[in-house]
């Protein structure tokens, strides 16, 4: 039964939008990721999304809102709802905790659309 | 879509062994829980077990083994494996990260068995 060190994981990638996975239960993926810039309008049609930011602030933009999301806290991105997360300042470490189906561009395919990857 | 701040909701409750539900996701649910002292040996039939350390150190007994988690890491307990929480030393702030339908002492039904709860 291992323990995963979430500091450690981290230093084992560099790359922005491209979450890597470090955990599974139940059917879902914990994943680590980092941020920068702005990232590209999508949704999930079946899946709901948990953002956890571990550092720096996370704004994530709706088509009526925005929120802004600190170290230490976490929101959950029902299925279906569009979402665009922008990252204005520096980088940004988040914990994603979602279905192992998870593309994270959703309805979207691009450049951006990353494929499975553990570390 | 609200956001939730973990600091603020560990906030809200003292007792010990009694997780609160603070999200939901996919049927799954976020809860906090503060620990103190040693637990009952349990297992869950039909549910793995995300264990997030955020403040002090988790011993986490297994029938074979022991592991230390300490904060930033977790350690994730599959589905009918028997285990035992325990801290020797002060309390420990730990989120879990499992289905809706988990009961905290999972096949063993005792005092300590926590009905749910949102904060």
Known sequence: MDKVNIMEKLS????????????????????????SGGFVWHHHDD????????EGTLRMEFRDETVTVEAGEFIVVERGVEHRPVVEDGEV???????????????VRNERTAGEEWV
């Open 93 to 107: 470490h988040v914990m994603l905790f979602e279905p192992a189906s998870t593309v994270n561009t959703g309805n």
């Open 47 to 54: 899946e709901d999304e948990l953002f956890l930011v571990l």
């Open 12 to 35: 084992l990638f560099d790359e922005h939008w491209s979450p890597k996975v470090v955990g599974e239960l139940n059917g879902q993926y914990v994943k680590l990721v980092k941020l």
